[in-house]
């Protein structure tokens, strides 16, 4: 017979974020979102119910930016994975939906009688709709449970 062997016990030290919670400029991003969120869906289902046929492509996009901003919102105030990569998504498709239809409403003027949220890359906003998923990118990146794991892994060597 053999004997088992003995136990071995290994000492792990948790990755830990230290970092306080999120009520400085994460909050302010946020609430940004969220404002644009309540404006850009507002338009949108407002423009959609009282006059369509004049803009149908202008108003439906400003409706579609709402409701990405409502999920970016919403995303961003939640740290687990899959609203995690629900932020990505959002900031992503706002980001291109700034640069195409931004893009477009320039050069292809005759497709937007009337404007977006994202015409002219939101000038009517004061071009925040351009840096806003901009923002949202650094604040995803940043503030990553990931990141913040391995830095803690990587301190501990």
Known sequence: ?????????????????????????????????????????ARGLVQ????????????????????????????LGHNGRRMRRLG?????????????????SVTVTEIFPDDT???QFGSGYGYVPAVLPLLGIIWLWHSSPGRIASRGERADR
């Not at 016990?9 to 940004?32: F, K, M, Q, S």
């Not at 006059?51 to 409701?67: I, M, T």
């Open 117 to 119: 949220v994202w015409s």
């Open 48 to 75: 959609i119910l009282t006059r369509l046929e004049d803009a149908p492509v202008a108003y439906v996009l400003s409706l579609f930016a709402g409701l990405v901003y409502i999920l970016a919102t919403v995303a």
């Open 88 to 104: 990505w998504i959002a900031v992503t498709v706002e980001l291109l939906g700034v640069a195409i239809i931004g893009a477009l």
């Open 1 to 41: 017979m053999t004997e088992p062997a003995p136990a071995v016990t290994v000492h792990t030290r948790p990755a830990e974020d230290t970092r306080r919670p999120a009520y400085g400029l994460g909050r302010v991003l946020i609430l940004i979102y969220g404002i644009f969120a309540l404006a850009a869906t």
